[in-house]
């Protein structure tokens, strides 16, 4: 399923080959016959999403690192498993400059809190001004006083989940489907109801927004400020979402779920595990793509929410490496 924004979804069972310098994308029957092929043009992808399962050789995997082409795979329950990203003379992310100062920020424990208390303040405002959207009253003053008084990152992330807590407990407030989208409590792996599918899923797809546009920066997403990189491979685009996801997920959840564009016939159950059906997913990434392909007004220009995220980063990165002054982005 091809989209305007050179992100590609596999949904079906098949097979990607390479052939002629370009991706071929062939859809296998029930009998694991192929019944159709697509090509995907290699210029015209930066990203692919895999929810099936799909066959692929190693010299596809290495043509896709060449043209720098990042592959996320799904679990057959649509649970994020890893990401297949470039690690060639192509890539990006070279600076050894850059990756120095992005360690030696970490380790100053001064300049690491403030950059992930400006990640956290950000993430707070854009989740209060949701609320303030549709018209449910949240007092930020004390989460914001609580954030400036913490000392460290665990005290800083002591905060940040305190208030989400009551910040998901302000969607019961804003969805009015409470019958099928009732929030309770969070859960993840794996989601225990309709709603923490809903998120969980969304939430993915800002993370590897993410981690896409970080990669054409020469920051390297291993090393994160908020998240501790410790035994996960990849922590920088963690930082980033938090700002990202109550700006174009939570949103993407509100309008869908009060529009009826997704409701509790879009869900199936397999081996006890909520998954969305393949029209939910194809319904959900129209939006998202939609979104993310939106151009706003920053900073005197027209970007899209790609290119602001990527901004972000370089912004960011500016602070790590110039010590310029950092302001997570707020969508007012």
């Known amino acids: 399923m091809q989209k305007n924004d050179r992100t590609h979804f596999i949904l079906n069972p098949g097979r990607l080959r390479r052939q002629d310098n370009n991706i071929y994308f062939d859809k296998y029957d029930d009998e694991m016959s192929v019944v159709a092929t697509k090509i995907l043009p290699i210029n015209a992808v930066d990203e692919i999403y895999i929810l099936a399962k799909v066959d692929m050789d190693s010299y596809t995997m290495a043509f ?7 592959l996320h795979i799904f679990s057959p329950y649509q649970s994020f498993r890893g990401n297949f990203f470039p690690n060639t003379s192509n ?17 100053d424990e001064i300049k690491r809190s403030y950059i992930a208390k400006e990640i956290t303040r950000a993430h707070i405002l854009n989740d209060a001004l949701n ?6 009253k949240f007092d930020t003053a004390p989460h914001i006083s609580a954030l400036e008084a913490a ?9 940040e989940g305190s208030f989400q ?3 998901y407990e302000k969607w019961n407030e804003i969805i009015t489907d409470q019958k099928s989208f009732k929030f309770t ?28 546009e970080i990669y054409k920066t020469e920051l390297d997403p291993r090393i994160g400020f908020l998240h501790e990189p410790n035994y996960r491979s990849l922590s920088l685009h963690l930082d980033l979402a938090e700002i990202f996801k109550p700006i174009l997920g939570d949103t993407l959840i509100f309008s869908m779920l009060n529009k009826k564009e997704i409701t509790a016939k ?3 159950t397999n081996a006890g595990r909520i998954k969305f059906t393949n029209e939910a997913v ?3 990434e129209m939006k998202m793509i939609s979104k993310l392909t939106d151009q706003i007004e920053a900073g005197g220009q027209k970007l899209t929410w790609r290119q602001i995220i990527r901004r972000e980063a370089n912004r960011l990165k500016k602070c790590i490496c110039e010590n310029a002054p950092y302001e997570g982005f707020v969508y007012q």
């Open 64 to 70: 896709l690192a060449d043209n720098n082409v990042l």
């Open 91 to 107: 890539s990006v992310n070279k600076s050894g400059f850059v990756l120095l100062q992005q360690l030696r920020s970490f380790d």
């Open 131 to 136: 609320c303030k959207k549709y018209g449910v």
């Open 151 to 159: 000392k460290t990152i665990p005290e800083i992330m002591a905060v």
């Open 165 to 167: 807590k009551l910040y």
């Open 185 to 212: 409590v969070r859960s993840k792996r794996p989601p225990a109801d309709k709603i923490n599918s809903f998120i969980s899923y969304v939430n993915t797809r800002i993370y590897n927004v993410c981690l896409s």
């Open 266 to 268: 879009d869900f199936e």
């Open 282 to 284: 194809q319904k959900i």
